[in-house]
């Protein structure tokens, strides 16, 4: 059964710090890796997809890696500004279930101006 | 521009009364559409999922269900509401084949009283 975990659950620090979320699954038999923000009492907003193969994405100030065989993902976010702060999620989508993506529990993040 | 939408935003219900959630997506045809649930300090569960009109796959055993009359709407129903049916419910969307992005609907607030 595949599991994710998100470390730190929660994390804050000043603004302009460079900043690293941790995301861990059991299986590595994934089809890809989608990050997303979440604000409080919103949506998903997608960040990242990540495709198997790759190793890594980038997008403006955030690049999310993937080590398919060791079964680990990182976002890293450059120069955190606290428009920032909400909760990260990691999901992987497994091959069958119509793409089904399993969550961690998120990382929430708060940056301090 | 693809976009989905949720309705209501939030919802209170007393226990027993029955309930629906609507989800639409615009800017596609033959999307795979999903129906999570956030329940609170935890994570997101996926409930349903639909590969194409009429076609529902349940994910786990519970008091809701799902439809989907449309190519573009999704239903979540249920005929009597349990306290432990609150939550923050998402709808999402992602191209044919279900193994692309998905993207989410803004979720809708509900609280069983």
């Known amino acids: 059964k595949q599991e994710v975990t998100q470390i730190p659950a929660a994390l804050s620090v000043p603004e302009g710090e460079n900043l690293v979320l941790n995301c861990s699954f059991t299986d590595s038999a994934i089809y890809n890796l989608q990050w997303f923000r979440q604000d409080p009492g919103k949506g998903l907003t997608s960040l990242l997809l990540i495709q198997s193969s790759q190793r890594e994405q980038t997008s403006g100030r955030l690049n999310a890696s993937l080590d398919k065989s060791s079964g680990r993902s990182t976002l890293y976010i450059a120069a955190s500004q606290p428009g920032d702060s909400a909760t990260y999620l990691c999901a992987v989508r497994i091959y069958n279930q119509g793409g089904k993506l399993i969550f961690g529990q998120g990382t929430e993040l708060s940056v301090k101006p | 521009s693809q976009t989905i939408h949720q309705w209501p935003a939030t919802l209170v219900q007393p226990v027993g009364s029955p309930l629906s959630l609507e989800c639409t997506v615009e800017?596609?045809?033959?999307?795979?559409l999903y129906w999570y649930r956030q329940a609170a300090g935890r994570g997101l569960q996926l409930l349903f999922y639909?590969?194409?009109?009429?076609?529902i796959s349940s994910e786990v055993p519970q008091n809701l269900s799902a439809s989907r009359p449309q190519d573009r709407q999704f239903i979540l129903s249920s005929k009597k509401l349990l306290l432990s049916d609150s939550g923050f419910y998402l709808c999402?969307?992602?191209?044919?084949?279900?193994?692309?992005?998905?993207?989410f609907g803004p979720g809708t607030r509900l609280t069983v009283l």
């Open positions: 639909s590969v194409g009109i009429g076609q």
């Open positions: 999402a969307w992602s191209a044919g084949g279900g193994l692309n992005e998905q993207f």
């Open positions: 800017g596609t045809s033959n999307p795979n």
